[in-house]
Each structure stands twice: as C-alpha cells, then as structure tokens.
C-alpha cells in the first residue's frame, strides 16, 4: 500500500528513534518545485533498489506533497508549511538518527538547516560558476552534459547508487484518476477524439510562448481530430481563456485552476502528448511516460532541465543571446524576446505530428 505524507506544523514534526540495523535511514531535502522534486525521484528509486529495507524520508513544501504521496519507493513526506521555521524543523530533526542527510535543494534555507542540524549531509554541485559563465559571457565550460536528476547522485555516492537509465516517476493514486475523469467529462474532452494538453504558463514571463503562436497551435490541433486541454495553475486561468476565446470553443476545454498536482498529472496520463516550456508540468509528463514537445527559450540543455530519459522532442533556437537567466525572468533583457517569439508554430507541428504518430 502506498504511504501517506506527514504535513506539520513546525511543533508537530514527527520525531522518531529507529534502532541501529544495517539498511540506511535517509532524509532527502528538496523544499521545491515541482521539476526539482520529480527529477529526485530516480535517485529514490534507486535507493530503494539497492537498499530495499531503506527508511527514506522527504522533507518538503507541502504543496509538494502530492508529488511523491504515492511513490512507493518513499517511506514518508514531511510537508513544510509557510509559517514552518528552520530552527523547529532543525530541532525535530536532531531527534532522529539519520544515517544519510541529502541535500538536494543548497540554497539559504538548506544551508541554515545543515548548520542547526548538525550530521552527515552531503550535497552536490549545482555548477554555479559554469552557468553564470554561460549567462553573461556566453562561455561553455560545463563539459559532458549531466542531467540534474543525475547531478543529485552526487550526493549518495556513500549509499553507492547508480541511475538505473530510467526517467522520472510520479504515481498517480486511483482516486486523483477518478477526478480527473471526471473533469474531464464535464469539459467534454477525450470522449470520441485523443487528447493533446498544453501548458501555456510559467512562473516567468520569458518563458512563455506567445499567445497567438498557442492560438495558431491549437487551431491545427483540433483540425486534425484531437481534442485540447489546457493545464495551469489559477494564475494560469486568464491566459487559458484567451486562447480558448480566440481558438475557438469547439474541442478545447480550459482545465487550468479546476485541478491538483496529481489530478493534473492523471490528465497528463491519457492525453497522446504534452505541449509546454521549460516548466514543472513538463516534468509530470516525463513521470507518467506521455510524450513531451518542449519549447526552451531563455534556458539550455547544460542547465540539465531537458526532459529526463522519456520520449521528447525539444524546440529552440540557436541565438546569440541564449541563454540570459538561469530560471527565466519577468522580461527580455534586449526587449524583443525572440528565444521564444520566433519559435513559430510551423516548427512545433512536425513535432507535435510526430509524437501523435
């Protein structure tokens, strides 16, 4: 049976003692978002494959929980809410006798966790260097390209673990299927026709696709018998709107807002293929094994974010200016944002049509 998480407020975080046996007890940090936390999930697995008996806890944001609530590869997931402090997750993890502590996120909060909790944490390099370099003198030196869910390994090399060459997993519990069915149901989508879903937004602006170009896109979708949803969080809902307004209603049905992390992952499931940016949601694509198109403007493949060991095609472009920020921004820094704008549909289809074969 799959686990259930722990949320917690910071004076109830669980504390137990387990008795010294021979498999590891491991806590994996990972506070966000929702890429980073699947892409540890190959390191969760295996693990869990080499060390069967292994406790393995992840700490992390509890809206992240539904990432890994039913991987059954985890043992536990702690939920950090947002009036959680350091110092009583510290104080809570002092109680238990890890044998491995991983951190996998390395920023302010990790750091200030590891030095209130003190034990053997280990972390990984996350190239900071190499990528300023890349960003502001266009100057590659990260050599052979390393996917970050594989970077993460460097952290459990005292675990002795390998990548098993297999992609991201994210479980998908019947219930949030069920919901999923049914949403979908009510929007009239996947009934007679398959099912294409994109995912217009992105937490930054540079990293979108303009509209008119998912316009354009979703008109020739439908022509060719399938059916469009439109995935997104409820910041998401406004743009999801517009195109469904200037595409047309027929076949397209905004799901954007109206569904959970797992809901949106089980959509992501029965549809022929994802159509997004360099996103989260593009990662559940890679976990539940559907097809990835992926447009990659501000960002590149040495930043280690490509889809993961699945089925994918990635479009970008080779410009001068890429990359210019290593999570994306809120505007083009040269004003004309054509990482992006001049991925026009005529380059995404022939992908598109491909996967559909």
Same mark, same amino acid.
């Given at each position: 049976?799959?686990?259930?998480?722990?949320?917690?407020?910071?004076?109830?975080?669980?504390?137990?003692?387990?008795?010294?046996?021979?498999?590891?007890?491991?806590?994996?940090?990972?506070?966000?978002?929702?890429?980073?936390?699947?892409?540890?999930?190959?390191?969760?697995?295996?693990?869990?494959?080499?060390?069967?008996?292994?406790?393995?806890?992840?700490?992390?944001?509890?809206?992240?929980?539904?990432?890994?609530?039913?991987?059954?590869?985890?043992?536990?997931?702690?939920?950090?809410?947002?009036?959680?402090?350091?110092?009583?997750?510290?104080?809570?993890?002092?109680?238990?006798?890890?044998?491995?502590?991983?951190?996998?996120?390395?920023?302010?909060?990790?750091?200030?966790?590891?030095?209130?909790?003190?034990?053997?944490?280990?972390?990984?390099?996350?190239?900071?260097?190499?990528?300023?370099?890349?960003?502001?003198?266009?100057?590659?030196?990260?050599?052979?390209?390393?996917?970050?869910?594989?970077?993460?390994?460097?952290?459990?090399?005292?675990?002795?673990?390998?990548?098993?060459?297999?992609?991201?997993?994210?479980?998908?519990?019947?219930?949030?299927?069920?919901?999923?069915?049914?949403?979908?149901?009510?929007?009239?989508?996947?009934?007679?026709?398959?099912?294409?879903?994109?995912?217009?937004?992105?937490?930054?602006?540079?990293?979108?696709?303009?509209?008119?170009?998912?316009?354009?896109?979703?008109?020739?979708?439908?022509?060719? %018998?399938?059916? +469009? #949803? $439109? !995935?997104? @969080? /409820?910041?998401?809902?406004?743009?999801?709107? =517009?195109?469904? &307004?200037? *595409?047309? %209603?027929?076949? +397209? #049905? $905004? !799901?954007? @807002? /109206?569904?959970?992390?797992?809901?949106?992952? =089980?959509?992501? &499931?029965? *549809?022929?293929?994802?159509?997004? #940016?360099?996103?989260?949601?593009?990662?559940?694509?890679?976990?539940?094994?559907?097809?990835?198109?992926?447009?990659?403007?501000?960002?590149?493949?040495?930043?280690?974010?490509?889809?993961?060991?699945?089925?994918?095609?990635?479009?970008?472009?080779?410009?001068?200016?890429?990359?210019?920020?290593?999570?994306?921004?809120?505007?083009?820094?040269?004003?004309?944002?054509?990482?992006?704008?001049?991925?026009?549909?005529?380059?995404?289809?022939?992908?598109?049509?491909?996967?559909?074969?």
């Amino acid at each position: 049976m799959p686990h259930r998480p722990t949320a917690f407020p910071p004076s109830r975080l669980p504390a137990y003692i387990l008795p010294v046996t021979e498999s590891p007890d491991v806590l994996i940090v990972r506070f966000s978002a929702i890429g980073d936390i699947l892409l540890t999930t190959p390191l969760l697995r295996a693990i869990r494959t080499r060390h069967p008996g292994a406790r393995i806890t992840v700490l992390t944001k509890e809206q992240y929980v539904p990432l890994l609530s039913d991987n059954p590869h985890v043992s536990e997931v702690l939920g950090v809410g947002p009036r959680d402090g350091v110092l009583a997750i510290a104080e809570r993890i002092r109680g238990v006798r890890y044998s491995h502590l991983l951190d996998l996120h390395g920023n302010l909060r990790s750091h200030a966790l590891r030095r209130l909790a003190p034990g053997p944490w280990r972390s990984y390099d996350k190239h900071t260097l190499e990528r300023a370099l890349l960003i502001t003198a266009k100057r590659d030196r990260y050599g052979a390209y390393l996917a970050v869910a594989e970077r993460y390994f460097e952290a459990a090399k005292e675990l002795k673990v390998e990548p098993d060459g297999g992609p991201p997993d994210f479980f998908i519990s019947e219930e949030a299927d069920c919901r999923a069915a049914e949403r979908l149901s009510a929007v009239e989508l996947g009934r007679e026709r398959p099912i294409v879903a994109i995912a217009p937004g992105a937490a930054h602006a540079t990293k979108r696709w303009p509209i008119e170009h998912w316009v354009e896109l979703v008109g020739r979708i439908t022509e060719t %018998g399938a059916d +469009v #949803g $439109i !995935l997104g @969080g /409820a910041d998401d809902v406004e743009v999801a709107t =517009a195109i469904l &307004r200037a *595409a047309g %209603g027929a076949n +397209v #049905g $905004i !799901l954007a @807002g /109206a569904l959970g992390l797992q809901e949106t992952g =089980a959509v992501i &499931r029965r *549809a022929e293929v994802l159509i997004s #940016g360099d996103t989260g949601v593009m990662h559940m694509a890679t976990g539940v094994g559907t097809p990835v198109v992926a447009l990659f403007g501000p960002t590149v493949r040495q930043f280690g974010f490509f889809p993961y060991r699945s089925a994918s095609s990635v479009v970008e472009l080779k410009l001068p200016c890429r990359p210019c920020s290593a999570h994306g921004s809120r505007r083009c820094p040269l004003g004309h944002h054509h990482c992006m704008g001049q991925i026009v549909p005529d380059l995404v289809f022939p992908a598109l049509a491909e996967a559909l074969a």
